[in-house]
């Protein structure tokens, strides 16, 4: 008896759950794929190949994906994701918008949208998505990060401010937010409450932000002067 597609499927979705992302690649074959001709296939496959760094292979599959099925917003957002990754931000905003034309409530497309134009300088740009991924998801406490450094990249450190104060309120434990809120506070010259945010982002991820002790030390040097 012949495996159905959508048996394949779920035997691909079981291997990607439990992080076995080779054997999605190795069981979804060339030969597998051409001979089903199923957009969900070949989305399960591009992101085993995104989380195995095979970019190339990665965007294939979703123009696979794509040319099988336009109308697949997951797949847009993905494949721009990956542009993103690699700084052509203008193709990845091309991704985001094909991903927000067919989910006009895409979040997340949003989201991603907003990096981009952050990236490009486009702060306006930036928030205005920031603003639009959190309507429709209020609870994002990275929009909130992320619409702060917006703000701040304006001059604008109240905003900046108050959204750092919303993630962290979202997400007690989100180390990036204090890293982020500290260095706009020391930049403000409040050093003693920089201190405070710098070390807490050390407390919850020593490995990844160690090297704010030196900013530490800078942040004391400035109280001592």
């Known amino acids: 008896m012949e495996t159905t597609a959508d048996e394949l499927l779920k035997k691909a979705e079981g291997h990607f759950e439990k992080g076995e992302f080779k054997d999605v690649v190795s069981l979804l074959s060339d030969s597998q794929l051409s001979s089903f001709n199923n957009p969900d296939l070949f989305f399960v496959r591009a992101r085993a190949q995104k989380e195995l ?40 905003i091309k991704g ?27 702060h306006d740009k930036a928030i205005e998505d920031y603003n639009i991924a959190i309507k429709f998801r209020n609870n994002y406490p990275a929009a909130y990060n992320n619409r702060a450094l917006s703000w701040n990249s304006k001059a604008n450190h109240k905003n900046a401010l108050a959204d750092f104060k919303t993630a962290i309120e979202l997400q007690p434990n989100y180390p990036n937010a204090f890293r982020n809120r500290g260095f706009v506070l020391y930049d403000l010259g409040d050093f003693q409450m920089a201190i405070a945010d710098f070390l807490k982002a050390k407390e919850l991820d020593p490995e990844k932000f160690g090297f704010l002790e030196y900013d ?4 004391k040097e400035k109280i001592e002067q």
């Open 53 to 92: 760094n095979e970019r190339e292979k990665a965007i294939a599959d979703y123009d696979a994906v794509i040319k099988l099925k336009d109308s697949f917003p997951a797949a847009h957002n993905n494949r721009a994701n990956i542009f993103s990754v690699l700084g052509n931000y203008d193709e990845a």
């Open 96 to 122: 985001y918008n094909k991903a927000i034309d067919f989910k006009k409530d895409y979040a997340e497309a949003y989201y991603n949208r907003a990096y981009a134009w952050g990236h490009k300088n486009e």
């Open 216 to 219: 530490i030390k800078l942040a």
